[in-house]
């Protein structure tokens, strides 16, 4: 196992939080459309989602640091983080398809892979690092809700 290092932690972290805030800026106006369109039954108020997903994105880069370290299982690893960078790549996509362009059925069923990847991420986590898979645990449970959440929106709107 490779030595702790804050460094190497903040890189995951801070590179997990920017993918996030890049996403929200490309994404634009997502309280303006959080407004205007019909939500289904139990969509939280609009303030909540910034503050998940900053927690989020926080673990997400926690468990990749976790993962990284790992030295001894080293194939194991590298599945597990390039999973980790695709369904980063994905999740900035949905953002964008859902507010700066309001592609409804499209961000629902990206979603959808979306919550796939991360199941599979968190499996190949679970290889790695036991502590890894589960912190992003709230993810996987969070996704499935915003999965929810955008095919109530598509069928609604």
């Not at 959808?112 to 709230?138: D, E, H, W």
Request: aromatic residues 16%; contains cysteine; positive net charge.
């Amino acid at each position: 196992m490779k030595k702790f290092s804050i460094t190497d932690l903040l890189i995951f972290i801070v590179s997990a939080e920017l993918t996030g805030a890049v996403s929200a800026l490309i994404a634009g106006g997502f309280t303006s459309l959080y407004a205007e369109i019909r939500n289904p039954p139990l969509s939280p108020p609009g303030w909540v989602f910034p503050v998940v997903w900053t927690l989020l994105y926080a673990l997400m880069g926690l468990g990749a640091y976790l993962v990284f370290r790992r030295e001894d299982s080293c194939s194991d690893r590298s599945t597990a983080l390039g999973l980790y960078v695709i369904q980063l790549g994905v999740n900035f996509l949905w953002s964008i398809l859902f507010f700066r362009f309001r592609l409804f059925g499209v961000s629902a069923f990206t979603a959808l892979i979306l919550l796939l990847l991360v199941l599979a991420m968190i499996l190949n986590f679970r290889k790695v690092s036991r502590t890894a898979a589960l912190i992003n645990v709230p993810y996987l449970l969070w996704l499935a809700f915003a999965a929810y959440l955008s095919f109530g929106v598509w069928i609604l709107n």
